[in-house]
T-cell receptor, first 113, second 116 residues
Framework: NAGVTQTPKFQVLKTGQSMTLQCAQD?????MSWYRQDPGMGLRLIHYSVGAGITDQGEVPNGYNVSRSTTEDFPLRLLSAAPSQTSVYFCASRRDRRTDTQYFGPGTRLTVL | KQEVTQIPAALSVPEGENLVLNCSFT??????LQWFRQDPGKGLTSLLLIQSSQREQTSGRLNASLDKSSGRSTLYIAASQPGDSATYLCAVRLLGSYSSASKIIFGSGTRLSIRP
């Protein structure tokens, strides 16, 4: 099993550009989530999904869209990148919303100029 | 709103020392608390999980305690080694609605450096 994979590892965008951060898991987990990690602020939940076709907002959803068309994939879209979205983004999955063990991807470091 | 705080933000100790990392949370209505380790440029790895009904959990040289009433948890590392150098984060899982029970709130972490 590859676990949770994320692409790309690094990305530089200009303000106003759009892009999609990819996340995939091969563990057949129902629950997937996106976090951003900023210095001194820990990880903050952006969006999460409790299963294919179901998504919900987390703590900091503005400026981001998600979809969950399959169990495996949970892409995060930035429609119009802003410098405030410069951060490290982590995708995570767990078996279902009741399960505690969470698996994290290696992260994507995004810089918006 | 649940807030999770970890103080200090950074800690440096000589090898071999026992040390304690602190985590505090504002709302005691939690389902559980986890401690994670994060190495530079990597994702998070779960170290210990304490259910709300438990007082402590142990794994090797690590011992985590939970005092829900005071909103505190500690991670005790015995006989520290240079390989323990990493950032340690605590996170609480909320108790409550279907929606909120899905959420995990993280602290900002303590960056630990063990000097050889």
């Amino acid at each position: 099993n590859a676990g949770v994979t994320q692409t790309p590892k690094f990305q530089v965008l200009k303000t106003g550009q759009s892009m999609t951060l990819q996340c995939a898991q091969d563990m057949n987990h129902e629950y997937m989530s996106w976090y951003r990690q900023d210095p001194g602020m820990g990880l903050r939940l952006i969006h999460y999904s409790v299963g294919a076709g179901i998504t919900d907002q987390g703590e900091v959803p503005n400026g981001y869209n998600v979809s969950r068309s399959t169990t495996e994939d949970f892409p995060l879209r930035l429609l119009s990148a802003a410098p405030s979205q410069t951060s490290v983004y982590f995708c995570a999955s767990r078996r279902d919303r009741r399960t505690d063990t969470q698996y994290f991807g290696p992260g994507t470091r995004l810089t918006v100029l | 709103k649940q807030e999770v705080t970890q103080i200090p933000a950074a800690l440096s100790v000589p090898e071999g020392e026992n040390l304690v990392l602190n985590c505090s949370f504002t709302d005691s209505a939690i389902y559980n608390l986890q401690w994670f380790r994060q190495d530079p440029g990597k994702g998070l790895t779960s170290l210990l999980l304490i259910q709300s009904s438990q007082r402590e959990q142990t794994s090797g040289r690590l011992n985590a305690s939970l005092d829900k009433s005071s909103g505190r948890s500690t991670l005790y590392i015995a006989a520290s080694q240079p390989g323990d150098s990493a950032t340690y984060l605590c996170a609480v899982r909320l108790l409550g609605s279907y929606s909120s029970a899905s959420k995990i709130i993280f602290g900002s972490g303590t960056r630990l450096s063990i000097r050889p």
